[in-house]
């Protein structure tokens, strides 16, 4: 299996290979996303760091309704994939983390390797989370439908707009970051079973 990313007209390839674990599936997947992110970083700098926390969650929000009206209708008119749309999903919910961290009077403008840094604190601390929920789920996340992952990100999507509504507080549920977390490996887990899928078709 191969996992890749648009990036203008070239695709990033992350290295192919025959993937064996859930945790070499993220690392895989993650290692095509960062070196979007780093792209990224050189094209525009880090102009997402303008976007309030509501912006942000829109962002997020668009990229998975969009996923679910293709699974609705199945066929889409625009030709980008609905991969990419997962890829988007994670990097976006990690530029989400890391503005979550930053004080209020933070620069727009990170300097390239701070950027760096802090978006693999994130993936680290993301792959800490996928590696103790599969131990105790016991990868049951396997056993779920593409379009339940999709539903599920949908779902923690609208807390987070809540939450955000609701000034950040909350009495007894996990906060923004939580939320986005769980985004992130949803969007992984869903982009190993497509990949499989066509690997399988």
Not at 18 to 27: A, G
Not at 151 to 180: F, P, W
């Amino acid at each position: 299996m191969e996992f890749s990313i648009r990036h203008g007209s070239e695709y990033i390839c992350a290295k192919p290979r025959t993937l064996k674990t859930t945790l070499e599936s993220f690392d895989e997947i993650m290692a095509a996303c960062r070196e979007l992110f780093l792209k990224k970083t050189v094209d525009y700098g880090t102009s997402w760091r303008i976007l309030r926390p509501a912006s942000m969650t829109d962002q997020l929000y668009i990229k998975a309704k969009r996923i679910r009206s293709i699974e609705e209708k199945q066929q889409q008119k625009v030709e980008d994939r609905v991969e990419d749309d997962y890829f988007g999903l994670i990097n976006y919910s990690i530029m989400a983390l890391i503005q979550l961290e930053l004080p209020e009077d933070a620069p727009i403008e990170l300097p390239p390797e701070d950027a760096v840094v802090r978006y693999d604190a994130k993936v680290a601390l993301t792959r800490e989370l996928l590696e103790a929920k599969n131990h105790d789920y016991g990868e049951a996340w396997r056993d779920m439908r593409i379009a339940s992952m999709t539903d599920m990100i949908l779902q923690k999507l609208l807390r987070v707009r809540q939450i955000e509504d609701n000034a950040g507080k909350t009495l007894v549920s996990e906060g923004l970051d939580a939320n986005y977390l769980d985004i992130i490996n949803y969007a992984i887990f869903a982009l190993i079973k497509l990949n499989e899928q066509n690997a399988s078709s």
